[in-house]
């Protein structure tokens, strides 16, 4: 069974300021997701990755396959960035961390 | 386009009886997926289906819980007798096929009373 594990659990940042949100797995996956779920409960999938890196707009992210891990990160974080951030390993299915909670304060 | 829509996003009902929720996946998409997220806690895998293969189902937590697609359409997932703890946010989403990103419906609110 995958273990995904996240960290930090919570996150409270100053605008602009360089965020970094990590995942680690247990299992080789096929692939990795990384998902924003905003207040009102909308998921939206930001990447699916499954070797190297990824960027798009002020988000980036990388994984590690041998090391099993994970980044998202947000360069000149904004508090629209405010959300939860998940990571969902895929075998078959998908296992989810239990989110990152981000809190960008102007 | 149109993206995954789900119906209906609320549904309230009383313990013990049966609720049916609908996904309808983007069109061309092979690949859907049902997840629940109960108040407060992550993202739960219930079922996976892939064309006409035989569906994913390691996620569905009892046998009140099944799930059919026709196809590449139209999804339903069927709760019956349903319990308190069924109460969750339901989130269906497709993708092109299981190589591809997902993308998320707006998920059903259903609360078990």
């Known amino acids: 069974k995958n273990e995904v594990e996240q960290s930090p659990q919570n996150l409270t940042a100053q605008e602009g300021e360089f965020i970094t949100i990590n995942c680690s797995y247990s299992?080789?996956?096929?692939?990795l997701h990384w998902l924003q779920q905003h207040p009102g409960g909308g998921i939206v999938s930001l990447f699916m990755l499954s070797s190297g890196k990824k960027k798009h707009g002020r988000l980036i992210a990388t994984i590690n396959i041998q090391e099993k891990h994970s980044s998202l990160h947000i360069t000149a974080s904004h508090p629209r960035d405010s959300a939860v951030y998940i990571c969902a390993a895929r075998t078959d299915g998908l296992t989810f961390g239990k989110g990152t909670h981000l809190i960008i304060q102007p | 386009g149109a993206g995954v829509s789900q119906s209906p996003s609320n549904k309230v009902t009383e313990k013990g009886k049966d609720v049916e929720l609908r996904c309808d996946p983007i069109?061309?998409?092979?690949?859907l997926y049902w997840y629940r997220q109960r108040l407060g806690q992550g993202l739960e895998f219930l079922i996976y289906f892939q064309g006409n293969s035989a569906p994913d189902k390691s996620g569905l937590p009892s046998d009140r819980f099944s799930a059919e697609r026709t196809g590449e359409s139209v999804s339903t997932l069927t709760i019956q007798r349903t319990q308190q703890e069924d109460s969750a946010v339901y989130l269906c989403?497709?993708?092109?096929?299981?190589?591809?990103?997902?993308?998320f419906g707006p998920g059903t609110r259903l609360l078990v009373l």
């Open positions: 069109s061309g998409h092979t690949a």
């Open positions: 989403a497709s993708s092109l096929n299981n190589q591809e990103t997902q993308y």
């Open positions: 299992v080789g996956i096929s692939a």
